[in-house]
């Protein structure tokens, strides 16, 4: 006892030695254990028996004025025990799972728990070591679910690589009975028991809901992700996504859960996880196939593995030399506004940069450009459970585009809730034009007033003043908004609103010629075929990208890949190859 106490001692003064040296140099803060990268190989010496032992008289010392030291000799019997069962589990086993958070009533299930790594199926055993805890006590929900057909021939006979821990339809049925009070979640189900499964009551009573585990202890477990989405967008950039999210949005209240360069694969599960959860009426997007964006092709394909929902994915594609055009020919993220917020003072050119020409640097490979744009076979080859529908950018560009989304809003089974006006104003027209995208919104200041050029909205607060001042229609979606009760007190002086309406006129016209300006002087896709005309080395590498990402494509969807005609050009180029 005296030599604990020295110990202790001892500890608290290195301690505070720690802690005053830290504050000076924060540099010097040790990383949180769980970071280190041998943390579960040094989780072992915690069930040393001489760990253990400590941990006893540690224990007694603690509470010896509750008279702590009294159950000391039945905690050393418990570690003893303890040391016993687990010393067994490294011999018999032959590797040490994961222990943490171990204690002697865990060792109830365990001989039960060892016929399951009896299993000849690999990744089955892996996520039970791995689990160990989690395992022994749920022992009764995960023994069924191991052992039941339903495991055995959708997992264990395929040599899936990531079968789930816990039976992921029993999960989704309980996520389908709404409540977002996890302190009164249990009661709330139980309350529904009569609509719900035998084992379904059983989850409920071990606390098992995707609502009550934590997102990173659901992908440790392999668990699918809740199965909250209708369906799966995917799409290279350049083929309309930002489009097809404006009308999803606008015209049946979708929302697009989608991780562009979202992280590693464990950090995009998470947050994908966590909005399923709490939103509805979900989309689940996917646009990029790297495997170092993902942290490794393992876990990008784990990540897609557990998106299994058995639905359709609606897989924007385009001519694949305007998507090159597309990730070359824009001056991505620059604005050519010098002013954001400008006043009737300004002049345009006070407000707009002047022109600058476009300079473009030919890299001497387009294969980076499989991550994002030419991903189509890649998607196909996971995502074997889904249903494809390929969808081409120019069937939902200009006039085609109402008609291509009731055809759409038919297939995947939504309404449209704006009426065929509304849709010509949000959808028919063009935001990207001239890179206006990264240009707005410019505000307007008049006083108090603000009027603010930005992308079409739908606002009832809102006034569109290009239909009040009765300007030029565009092909752009370029909108003048006011607040209605602003534009009330505007009309009330007629000199201030006479000079406002022709600062907006002129200042709009201006903006319409410089976009169409923008665009002129943007790359052309007759520019990248003359550039793969000239290095062989280029196209040919190209020509087998395509070939195999278009695999599919050309299967399925022959006239869509017909319809390319720069692609067409293209295939000419590469004959003689």
């Given at each position: ?16 030695t ?47 004025y ?112 709404e ?60 083929a ?19 991780y562009?360069?979202?992280g590693?694969?464990?950090v ?62 824009r ?6 506004a ?5 006043t009737?003072?300004?002049n345009f ?16 490979t ?30 939902f560009?200009?006039?085609?585009t ?10 995947f ?9 509304e849709?010509?104003n ?12 990264f240009?707005l ?7 108090k ?33 006011i ?86 050009e ?8």
């Amino acid at each position: 006892i005296f030599c604990l106490f020295k110990v202790t001692k001892q500890h608290h003064k290195h301690l505070k030695t720690y802690q005053q040296i830290t504050e000076v140099f924060p540099q010097l803060h040790y990383p949180p254990l769980k970071q280190c990268e041998d943390y579960q190989q040094g989780l072992e010496c915690k069930f040393h028996l001489s760990y253990l032992l400590g941990s006893a008289l540690i224990k007694a010392s603690k509470a010896w004025y509750k008279g702590g030291y009294l159950k000391l000799f039945k905690d050393i019997k418990g570690a003893k025990k303890l040391y016993k069962a687990l010393k067994e589990i490294k011999e018999s086993l032959g590797v040490m799972p994961n222990l943490e958070g171990i204690t002697t009533a865990h060792l109830q299930s365990l001989q039960a728990f060892k016929t399951l790594l009896k299993t000849s199926y690999e990744p089955l055993k892996s996520l039970l070591l791995q689990n160990f805890i989690f395992a022994l006590t749920h022992f009764d929900e995960i023994s069924l679910w191991l052992n039941s057909k339903e495991f055995k021939e959708k997992y264990e006979k395929e040599n899936h690589p990531y079968p789930p821990l816990l039976n992921p339809d029993i999960l989704n049925e309980l996520l389908a009975i709404e409540c977002d009070d996890k302190q009164n979640l249990k009661s709330v189900l139980k309350e529904q028991a009569f609509k719900l499964s035998k084992e379904a009551l059983a989850y409920i009573n071990a606390n098992l809901d995707y609502r009550l585990i934590p997102a990173e202890k659901a992908w440790e477990m392999n668990l699918p992700l809740p199965r909250r989405y209708e369906f799966v967008l995917m799409f290279s950039h350049g083929a309309g996504a930002l489009a097809m999210n404006h009308f999803l949005f606008w015209s049946a209240q979708f929302n697009l859960i989608e991780y562009f360069y979202g992280g590693v694969a464990e950090v995009r599960y998470s947050n994908f996880y966590q909005r399923l959860l709490k939103e509805n009426n979900n989309i689940v997007g996917i646009s990029d196939t790297s495997e170092l964006l993902y942290g490794s092709i393992e876990n990008r394909n784990k990540l897609w593995s557990l998106m299994d929902k058995k639905v359709k994915a609606l897989v924007l594609v385009r001519d694949p030399i305007e998507l090159i055009k597309h990730c070359y020919g824009r001056k991505w993220g620059t604005s050519w506004a010098k002013l954001k917020e400008f006043t009737l003072k300004h002049n345009f050119e006070d407000v707009i940069k002047a022109p600058e020409p476009y300079k473009y640097d030919f890299p001497s490979t387009y294969k980076h450009l499989e991550n994002q744009c030419f991903l189509w076979n890649t998607f196909k080859e996971h995502f074997t459970h889904l249903n494809f529908k390929y969808l081409d950018v120019r069937e939902f560009t200009g006039s085609k585009t109402i008609k291509t989304m009731k055809k759409l809003a038919l297939e995947f089974g939504f309404n449209i809730k704006l009426s065929t006006k509304e849709q010509e104003n949000m959808f028919v027209k063009n935001m990207f034009a001239g890179n206006l995208h990264f240009l707005l919104p410019l505000t307007l200041k008049i006083d108090k007033i603000k009027i603010e050029f930005s992308i079409l909205k739908k606002d009832e607060n809102l006034l569109d003043l290009r239909k009040e001042f009765e300007l030029k229609e565009s092909q752009n979606q370029l909108g003048i908004y006011i607040l209605k009760n602003d534009y009330k007190e505007l009309l009330r002086n007629d000199k201030l609103y006479e000079k406002t309406f022709h600062y907006i006129q002129n200042f709009y016209n201006k903006l319409l010629e410089r976009i169409k300006l923008e665009d002129e002087l943007m790359l052309k896709p007759e520019d990248i075929l003359e550039h793969l005309k000239k290095d062989e080395a280029c196209r040919k590498e190209l020509k087998e990208v395509l070939d195999y990402e278009s695999k599919d494509l050309k299967a399925t969807r022959p006239d869509i890949v017909a319809s390319w005609k720069y692609y067409q050009e293209f295939e000419k180029m590469c004959e003689n190859l």
